[in-house]
């Protein structure tokens, strides 16, 4: 059974760091791109991030470039999004998120962590 | 970025009724898009994906069409756990990008 299970949320002040990770299990992790959801309190999806099954290739969200950085250890079949200069408006729920083979969306997502920003 | 729209944001139904949902590319997508259910509380469910293609396991009654710009998820009898909200999402080009969320409730 595919399982993602998230960690590491909190409550951060503005300007301040959060590392959030995804502890996979139940597929061979290392052959899938892994992505980032979020969803602030009751608004729509958002897309975050990808990373490539080996690690070589991301992409971000405008709204996240410069300051989230994703990352994975297929040693560890855990994936991480390193989470810096948070603002207020990066109060989500962050989804961690499986792609389905040969479409990059998403058959298995997490339960979701929650990351407030506030003072 | 590609921006998807989707119409109706918000509507009533009753149970049987049947339902359809359209959303929108700001540019050509080929087929490359997904649609998802989300109930309140619960990470969303894939349920149609390369636009047409239905997930395992998901109920016959759900059907997507299109491609190019403009697409559709139909419902063809609208039962009880369908109450929810529906996404769409592009996965044609980085980034990636979702519609506003179309919620179906009961009338």
């Known amino acids: 059974e595919v399982q993602l299970v998230e960690s590491g949320g909190g409550l951060v002040q503005p300007g301040g760091s959060l590392r959030l990770s995804c502890a996979a299990s139940?597929?061979?992790?290392?052959?899938?791109?892994m992505s980032w959801v979020r969803q602030a309190p009751g608004k729509g999806l958002e897309w975050v991030s990808v990373?490539?099954?080996?690690?070589?290739?991301?992409f971000y969200a405008d709204s996240v470039k410069g300051r989230f950085t994703i990352s994975r250890d297929n040693s560890k079949n855990t994936l991480y999004l390193q989470m810096n200069s948070l603002r207020a408006e990066d109060t989500a729920l962050y989804y961690c998120?499986?792609?389905?083979?040969?479409?990059?969306?998403?058959?298995?997502w997490g339960q979701g962590t929650l990351v407030t920003v506030s003072s | 970025a590609i921006r998807m729209t989707q119409s109706p944001s918000s509507f009533s139904a009753s149970t049987g009724d049947r339902v359809a949902i359209t959303c929108r590319a700001s540019?050509?997508?080929?087929?490359?898009l997904a649609w998802y259910q989300q109930k309140p509380g619960e990470a969303p469910n894939l349920l149609i994906y390369?636009?047409?293609t239905l997930q395992s396991g998901v109920p016959s009654r759900f059907s997507g069409s299109g491609s190019g710009t403009d697409f559709t998820l139909t419902i063809s009898s609208l039962q009880s756990e369908d109450f929810a909200t529906y996404y769409c999402?592009?996965?044609?080009?980085?980034?990636?990008?979702f519609g506003p969320g179309t919620k179906v409730d009961i009338k």
């Open positions: 998120t499986k792609e389905t083979v040969g479409s990059d969306c998403y058959d298995y």
């Open positions: 139940g597929f061979t992790f290392s052959s899938y791109d």
């Open positions: 990373i490539s099954f080996s690690g070589a290739t991301t």
């Open positions: 540019q050509g997508i080929s087929s490359s």
């Open positions: 390369a636009a047409s």
């Open positions: 999402q592009q996965y044609y080009s980085y980034p990636f990008t």
